[in-house]
């Protein structure tokens, strides 16, 4: 779940919800589909995951007659069409935020700031910007994004010097905490973190793998 900000389309202009929406399983019917749609279309998520369904071995649902694969990538297709053609930050133009800026963007030539519902808003390329805090206001928006221009420098987070690389991510000490209270105390070690970080990488690509096959045979 994501806050959503004011000026945004939700229904609801305090928050909103960012969600995964499954196309195609057994019992959908085109009725079902059709709230479906009218789902995404009533409350323009900002963040939304659409998948086709994906029978788990081991699951009742897996045991179930399944929908026609071209029927299921279809409907996923719509479904897909109306998200990309929404807008969620179009009428942000104007407003002004406080974000918190913590790693390079994907493009290289900005960094990319965080504000309080955690909406992705793209700041000018300073080193002294990263950890810091900016008042900014909103010049520009995308699908995915928006841009900015500085309106005040507010205060620095300490970055750990693993991360003094003003191109790594900003490592909070609200998530170190969180791990070190999921481990017991004598394992705080970097070696049970990377492990526990690559078994979760391994997870992902066995599942990554398992839908790669599935997709085949139903093609």
Not at 31 to 52: C, G, H, K, M, V
Not at 167 to 179: D, M, Q, T
Request: proline share 6%.
């Amino acid at each position: 779940v994501a806050t959503q900000s004011p000026g945004s389309s939700g229904i609801n202009a305090e928050y909103g919800i960012a969600t995964d929406i499954i196309c195609g399983f057994p019992t959908e019917t085109e009725e079902d589909f059709q709230e479906t749609l009218a789902l995404i279309d009533r409350y323009q998520f900002p963040s939304l995951f659409i998948n086709q369904f994906f029978p788990r071995p081991g699951t009742p649902a897996a045991r179930m007659k399944r929908i026609p694969a071209d029927q299921v990538k279809l409907r996923t297709k719509r479904a897909t069409e109306i998200f990309q053609k929404q807008f969620p930050y179009k009428g942000k133009v104007g407003s002004v935020e406080t974000v918190l800026v913590t790693e390079l963007a994907t493009d290289g030539e900005h960094y990319v700031g965080h504000n309080k519902f955690y909406e992705q808003v793209l700041v000018p390329k300073d080193e002294s910007y990263m950890g810091t805090t900016l008042t900014v206001k909103i010049t520009e928006t995308g699908k995915h994004y928006m841009k900015c221009e500085v309106l005040e420098v507010g205060s620095t987070m300490k970055l750990p010097s693993t991360y003094s690389n003003p191109n790594r991510i900003a490592f909070s000490e609200g998530p170190k905490k969180l791990v070190q209270n999921l481990l017991p105390a004598s394992q705080h070690t970097t070696r049970n973190f990377l492990l526990l970080l690559f078994a979760g990488l391994f997870v992902q690509l066995l599942y990554i793998v398992l839908r790669s096959r599935w997709n085949k045979e139903t093609t």
